[in-house]
């Protein structure tokens, strides 16, 4: 079947440090695989995608790398600022499951000044 | 482009009740998706429309659930006889419908359920 495993938060780094959120996933074919990101009091926003084997998705600083060989979309930022606290989503679409999504649980990242 | 909208964005019901949310997604945005999220989970997929067709329905989706999307614009989704359990955030989202599983979907803020 299809899913996604996140690491589990929550996640309180200080301003300027280097990020990493992991992100694993099991899937029938070939996913596309997404970061969403909840800031607070809003709803899902996309982060960024890829959509086949070694792409990568890059924004706002943020990048991540479609791992085909070690099924990971892991989400890293080189230097995070305060208005980077909120939740993130990991998230694959597979072919043939009605163009749904399957996400992660979420990491909630706090960063503090 | 406006964005997904949805209405209401709080409801407080009580348990036995029937609650109607509506979803309007971006205009010409052929696909419609609705999502549960419970308290420190991500989103779980419950059903699927292109244009006005309903293509898919997750077990999640119980006789009590019922949505619709009858002119291939906005959607609704009821749920009769609310349970405690069916407390959450209901999300909705859209897509172009352009091409398979590698959309973006696009994602109102929510309506948050509350039964008591």
């Known amino acids: 079947g299809n899913s996604v495993t996140q690491m589990e938060g929550p996640v309180t780094l200080s301003e300027e440090a280097f990020l990493t959120i992991n992100c694993t996933y099991t899937?029938?074919?070939?996913?596309?695989l997404f970061w969403y990101v909840q800031y607070p009091g809003e709803g899902l926003q996309l982060l960024l995608k890829?959509?086949?084997?070694?792409d990568k998705g890059s924004n706002k600083g943020f990048e991540a790398t479609y791992r085909k060989e070690t099924t990971s979309f892991h989400l890293e930022k080189g230097s995070v600022q305060v208005s980077d606290s909120a939740v993130y989503f990991c998230a694959l679409s597979a072919p043939n499951t009605g163009n749904q999504f399957y996400f992660g649980t979420g990491t909630s990242l706090t960063v503090i000044p | 482009d406006t964005g997904v909208s949805q209405d209401p964005r709080h409801k407080i019901t009580k348990r036995g009740q029937n609650v109607t949310f509506r979803c309007d997604p971006i205009?010409?945005?052929?696909?419609l998706y609705w999502y549960r999220q419970t308290l420190g989970q991500g989103p779980e997929f419950l059903t699927y429309?292109?244009?006005?067709?309903?293509?898919?329905k997750s077990r999640l989706l119980s006789d009590r659930f019922s949505a619709e999307r009858p002119k291939g614009s906005f959607s609704t989704l009821e749920i009769q006889r609310t349970e405690q359990g069916d407390s959450a955030m209901y999300l909705c989202a859209s897509s172009p419908g352009t091409s398979e599983y590698q959309e973006t979907q696009y994602f109102g803020p929510g309506t948050r359920l509350l039964v008591l």
């Open positions: 890829a959509t086949k084997a070694d």
């Open positions: 205009s010409e945005h052929n696909r």
């Open positions: 899937a029938t074919g070939y996913p596309s």
């Open positions: 429309f292109q244009n006005e067709a309903q293509l898919e």
